[in-house]
Each structure stands twice: as C-alpha cells, then as structure tokens.
C-alpha cells in the first residue's frame, strides 16, 4: 500500500498509484468517491469528463513538490504544464484539509520503500 505526509498530516494518507496508461486514463472515473487520493504518474494534465464529484488536483514536480493546486468541477479540463511530472487528485476539499499547498513537499512511500530508494 502506497501512502504520502505533508508537514501538516499526523498519519499517512492513503495513496492509489495510477503509474500505468491503463490506470491513468481510468483516473477516478466512474467512481462515487475515493478515501485518500489518487496519484497519477507521469502526468502533466487532467480532466473531469464523465466525473461523479468534484475533485482537488495537486500539480507536482520531479521532487513531489507542490506547484499548483486547483479544484475542478466535473466537466472541466485541466491546463497542460509542462514542469509537471505528477498529478495528485482527491475529493474537493480534502488536500486543504492536508495541508497540500503551493510549495509544499510530498513524502510518498509506496511498499514501504520511497520512490527515491528505487
């Protein structure tokens, strides 16, 4: 099981890994909700075509850190930013809630081994 911390967080935060074309053409399409968030990678833009429920998109660099963060209704599409290297995405109002701004670092550790030790 994959997980990210923020600064801000005092437990993991649950993380799904879309790091297949398969899964990140998926997305969370189709779903009601997601507990914890969805990382997308490599991506460099998302939409919410065919999306149930508003989402939070965090736009990180090479290092996990913060670059953007937008909330966007169903039906939108995201500009394409070419610094990006990953999108996270979780249920509107759920990455305020974590702390995950601009400029901030993301510890994601996947299998117990972070993505840097690979």
Request: proline share 7%; no cysteine; hydrophobic share 40%.
């Amino acid at each position: 099981m994959a997980t990210f911390t923020t600064p801000q967080t005092p437990e993991p935060i649950p993380l799904e890994l879309a790091d297949s074309g398969r899964a990140r053409r998926r997305g969370l399409l189709g779903r009601d909700g997601i507990e914890g968030a969805l990382l997308l990678t490599p991506a460099s833009s998302v939409h919410t075509f065919g999306m149930r429920f508003a989402i939070d998109v965090a736009y990180l660099d090479a290092n996990a850190r913060v670059r953007a963060v937008r909330t966007m209704r169903p039906g939108r599409v995201g500009l394409t930013r070419p610094w990006v290297r990953s999108v996270l995405e979780a249920e509107a109002g759920a990455l305020e809630r974590w702390g995950v701004r601009r400029g901030v670092r993301l510890s994601i550790r996947a299998d117990d081994v972070t993505p840097e030790a690979r």
